[in-house]
Protein backbone atom coordinates (compact mmCIF):
# COMPACT_ATOMS: atom_id res chain seq x y z
CA UNK A 1 0.00 0.00 0.00
CA UNK A 2 1.38 3.42 -0.87
CA UNK A 3 2.44 5.89 2.06
CA UNK A 4 3.48 9.15 1.11
CA UNK A 5 5.12 11.17 3.99
CA UNK A 6 6.16 15.01 4.25
CA UNK A 7 8.21 16.79 5.98
CA UNK A 8 8.38 18.43 8.15
CA UNK A 9 4.78 19.04 9.22
CA UNK A 10 4.76 22.90 9.90
CA UNK A 11 7.64 25.43 8.82
CA UNK A 12 7.96 29.18 9.66
CA UNK A 13 10.31 31.34 7.85
CA UNK A 14 11.25 35.28 7.31
CA UNK A 15 9.87 36.83 3.99
CA UNK A 16 12.34 36.02 1.34
CA UNK A 17 13.71 32.59 2.39
CA UNK A 18 14.44 30.35 -0.64
CA UNK A 19 13.21 27.09 1.30
CA UNK A 20 11.95 23.49 0.31
CA UNK A 21 9.28 21.06 1.08
CA UNK A 22 10.09 17.09 1.20
CA UNK A 23 7.98 14.74 -0.03
CA UNK A 24 8.77 10.73 0.21
CA UNK A 25 6.56 7.62 -1.16
CA UNK A 26 7.13 3.82 -0.17
CA UNK A 27 6.30 2.59 -3.99
CA UNK A 28 8.65 4.02 -6.63
CA UNK A 29 5.85 3.03 -9.40
CA UNK A 30 4.24 5.88 -9.69
CA UNK A 31 2.28 7.20 -12.67
CA UNK A 32 2.32 11.16 -12.02
CA UNK A 33 3.13 13.35 -8.56
CA UNK A 34 1.05 16.45 -7.83
CA UNK A 35 1.51 19.29 -5.72
CA UNK A 36 -1.27 21.20 -4.22
CA UNK A 37 -1.46 24.28 -2.14
CA UNK A 38 -4.41 24.66 0.40
CA UNK A 39 -5.24 27.45 2.08
CA UNK A 40 -7.42 27.50 5.58
CA UNK A 41 -11.06 26.10 4.72
CA UNK A 42 -10.71 25.93 1.08
CA UNK A 43 -9.65 23.41 -1.41
CA UNK A 44 -6.64 22.53 -2.96
CA UNK A 45 -5.00 24.04 -5.91
CA UNK A 46 -2.81 22.58 -8.10
CA UNK A 47 0.45 24.07 -8.46
CA UNK A 48 2.60 21.00 -10.32
CA UNK A 49 2.32 18.02 -12.06
CA UNK A 50 5.26 15.39 -12.89
CA UNK A 51 5.21 12.77 -14.70
CA UNK A 52 6.90 9.69 -13.86
CA UNK A 53 9.34 10.47 -17.02
CA UNK A 54 10.26 13.57 -15.80
CA UNK A 55 12.95 15.07 -13.37
CA UNK A 56 11.49 18.96 -12.52
CA UNK A 57 8.67 20.92 -13.70
CA UNK A 58 8.84 24.71 -12.55
CA UNK A 59 6.53 27.74 -12.46
CA UNK A 60 7.40 30.63 -11.30
CA UNK A 61 9.32 30.94 -8.10
CA UNK A 62 8.00 27.43 -7.87
CA UNK A 63 10.28 24.21 -8.81
CA UNK A 64 9.51 20.67 -7.95
CA UNK A 65 11.84 17.83 -8.56
CA UNK A 66 11.25 13.88 -8.62
CA UNK A 67 13.52 11.54 -8.07
CA UNK A 68 10.97 8.29 -8.69
CA UNK A 69 13.96 5.18 -8.06
CA UNK A 70 14.44 6.52 -4.17
CA UNK A 71 10.57 7.75 -3.76
CA UNK A 72 11.32 11.11 -3.44
CA UNK A 73 10.02 14.60 -4.53
CA UNK A 74 10.78 18.15 -3.24
CA UNK A 75 8.94 21.20 -4.30
CA UNK A 76 11.12 24.50 -3.93
CA UNK A 77 9.87 28.15 -3.09
CA UNK A 78 12.24 30.87 -4.10
CA UNK A 79 11.94 33.89 -2.39
CA UNK A 80 8.98 33.71 0.03
CA UNK A 81 6.60 35.90 0.38
CA UNK A 82 3.96 35.96 2.88
CA UNK A 83 1.25 35.16 0.60
CA UNK A 84 2.41 32.00 0.31
CA UNK A 85 1.36 30.93 3.78
CA UNK A 86 -0.78 27.75 3.32
CA UNK A 87 -0.95 24.07 3.93
CA UNK A 88 1.30 22.02 0.51
CA UNK A 89 0.30 18.70 -0.22
CA UNK A 90 2.04 15.92 -2.03
CA UNK A 91 0.09 13.17 -4.01
CA UNK A 92 0.95 10.56 -5.89
CA UNK A 93 -1.10 8.52 -8.34
CA UNK A 94 -0.33 4.58 -9.05
CA UNK A 95 -1.42 4.19 -12.70
CA UNK A 96 -3.23 5.66 -15.77
CA UNK A 97 -6.91 4.19 -15.13
CA UNK A 98 -9.36 5.86 -12.61
CA UNK A 99 -7.39 5.70 -9.75
CA UNK A 100 -6.98 8.38 -7.41
CA UNK A 101 -4.50 10.08 -5.54
CA UNK A 102 -2.67 9.38 -2.00
CA UNK A 103 -1.93 12.05 -0.03
CA UNK A 104 0.79 12.99 2.31
CA UNK A 105 -0.58 15.24 5.31
CA UNK A 106 1.22 18.04 4.31
CA UNK A 107 3.50 20.54 5.07
CA UNK A 108 1.73 23.99 7.03
CA UNK A 109 3.67 27.00 6.20
CA UNK A 110 4.02 30.41 7.83
CA UNK A 111 5.99 33.14 5.53
CA UNK A 112 6.52 36.02 8.38
CA UNK A 113 6.73 39.80 6.96
CA UNK B 1 -7.98 25.83 -17.23
CA UNK B 2 -10.08 22.96 -16.30
CA UNK B 3 -12.15 24.15 -13.44
CA UNK B 4 -14.17 22.02 -10.45
CA UNK B 5 -17.17 23.84 -8.98
CA UNK B 6 -18.72 22.86 -5.83
CA UNK B 7 -21.72 23.63 -4.06
CA UNK B 8 -23.11 24.73 -1.31
CA UNK B 9 -19.51 26.34 0.35
CA UNK B 10 -21.46 26.16 3.66
CA UNK B 11 -24.27 24.16 4.66
CA UNK B 12 -25.53 24.38 8.75
CA UNK B 13 -28.49 22.56 9.56
CA UNK B 14 -30.47 20.41 12.21
CA UNK B 15 -29.66 16.31 12.70
CA UNK B 16 -31.49 14.10 10.56
CA UNK B 17 -31.83 16.33 7.91
CA UNK B 18 -30.45 14.94 4.55
CA UNK B 19 -27.72 17.33 2.73
CA UNK B 20 -26.56 17.11 -1.12
CA UNK B 21 -23.87 18.09 -2.19
CA UNK B 22 -23.06 19.08 -6.15
CA UNK B 23 -19.51 18.98 -8.08
CA UNK B 24 -19.33 20.11 -11.76
CA UNK B 25 -16.47 20.35 -13.79
CA UNK B 26 -16.90 23.49 -15.62
CA UNK B 27 -14.77 22.79 -18.31
CA UNK B 28 -14.21 19.18 -19.04
CA UNK B 29 -15.44 15.88 -19.30
CA UNK B 30 -15.08 13.79 -16.18
CA UNK B 31 -15.87 10.32 -16.34
CA UNK B 32 -14.70 9.74 -12.23
CA UNK B 33 -14.88 12.04 -9.80
CA UNK B 34 -13.66 11.97 -6.31
CA UNK B 35 -14.79 12.35 -3.07
CA UNK B 36 -12.87 13.48 0.02
CA UNK B 37 -13.53 13.93 3.82
CA UNK B 38 -11.40 16.14 5.66
CA UNK B 39 -11.14 16.98 9.38
CA UNK B 40 -9.32 19.70 10.80
CA UNK B 41 -5.46 19.81 10.32
CA UNK B 42 -5.77 16.96 8.86
CA UNK B 43 -5.14 15.25 5.29
CA UNK B 44 -7.47 14.39 2.72
CA UNK B 45 -9.37 11.03 3.56
CA UNK B 46 -10.86 9.62 0.47
CA UNK B 47 -14.28 8.43 0.93
CA UNK B 48 -15.00 7.49 -2.58
CA UNK B 49 -14.57 6.84 -6.49
CA UNK B 50 -17.48 8.37 -8.47
CA UNK B 51 -17.99 6.61 -12.09
CA UNK B 52 -20.12 8.25 -14.77
CA UNK B 53 -22.92 5.77 -15.17
CA UNK B 54 -22.21 3.46 -12.69
CA UNK B 55 -22.06 2.77 -9.01
CA UNK B 56 -19.76 4.37 -6.96
CA UNK B 57 -16.68 2.58 -5.17
CA UNK B 58 -16.56 3.30 -1.56
CA UNK B 59 -13.66 3.15 0.78
CA UNK B 60 -13.68 0.48 3.76
CA UNK B 61 -15.19 2.10 6.24
CA UNK B 62 -17.28 4.31 4.61
CA UNK B 63 -21.07 3.59 4.56
CA UNK B 64 -22.31 3.99 1.31
CA UNK B 65 -26.30 4.10 2.52
CA UNK B 66 -25.46 6.77 4.69
CA UNK B 67 -23.20 8.49 1.62
CA UNK B 68 -24.60 8.48 -1.47
CA UNK B 69 -23.36 8.85 -4.41
CA UNK B 70 -24.75 9.86 -8.34
CA UNK B 71 -22.82 10.91 -11.37
CA UNK B 72 -25.63 11.29 -13.72
CA UNK B 73 -23.29 12.69 -16.64
CA UNK B 74 -19.86 13.30 -17.32
CA UNK B 75 -19.61 16.89 -15.73
CA UNK B 76 -21.83 16.70 -12.65
CA UNK B 77 -21.88 14.64 -9.11
CA UNK B 78 -23.56 14.30 -6.43
CA UNK B 79 -23.01 13.45 -2.38
CA UNK B 80 -26.14 13.23 -0.17
CA UNK B 81 -25.43 12.74 3.51
CA UNK B 82 -28.70 11.13 4.47
CA UNK B 83 -30.45 11.68 8.09
CA UNK B 84 -26.65 13.86 9.19
CA UNK B 85 -25.97 13.59 12.34
CA UNK B 86 -23.57 16.06 14.62
CA UNK B 87 -20.49 13.07 13.55
CA UNK B 88 -21.03 13.93 10.20
CA UNK B 89 -19.77 17.51 10.28
CA UNK B 90 -16.68 18.25 8.36
CA UNK B 91 -15.30 19.10 5.16
CA UNK B 92 -16.30 17.48 2.09
CA UNK B 93 -14.04 18.41 -1.15
CA UNK B 94 -15.01 16.54 -4.72
CA UNK B 95 -11.99 16.30 -7.23
CA UNK B 96 -11.92 15.56 -11.15
CA UNK B 97 -9.76 14.56 -13.70
CA UNK B 98 -9.63 15.49 -17.63
CA UNK B 99 -9.62 12.74 -19.63
CA UNK B 100 -6.65 12.29 -21.62
CA UNK B 101 -2.82 11.98 -20.89
CA UNK B 102 -1.24 13.04 -17.14
CA UNK B 103 -4.24 15.34 -16.80
CA UNK B 104 -3.82 16.85 -13.52
CA UNK B 105 -6.38 16.78 -10.75
CA UNK B 106 -8.26 19.16 -9.94
CA UNK B 107 -10.86 20.13 -6.89
CA UNK B 108 -13.01 21.91 -5.82
CA UNK B 109 -13.71 25.21 -2.43
CA UNK B 110 -14.78 22.34 -0.55
CA UNK B 111 -18.20 22.29 1.41
CA UNK B 112 -18.11 23.17 5.08
CA UNK B 113 -20.95 20.67 6.94
CA UNK B 114 -21.86 21.87 10.41
CA UNK B 115 -24.80 19.72 11.83
CA UNK B 116 -26.32 20.89 15.08
Known amino acids: KQEVTQIPAALSVPEGENLVLNCSFT??????LQWFRQDPGKGLTSLLL?????REQTSGRLNASLDKSSGRSTLYIAASQPGDSATYLCAVRRDSGNTPLVFGKGTRLSVIA | GAVVSQHPSRVICKSGTSVKIECRSLDFQATTMFWYRQFPKKSLMLMATSNEGSKATYEQGVEKDKFLINHASLTLSTLTVTSAHPEDSSFYIC????????????FGDGTRLSIL
Open chain 1, 50 to 54: IQSSQ
Open chain 2, 95 to 106: SARDRGFNQPQH
Open chain 1, 27 to 32: DSAIYN
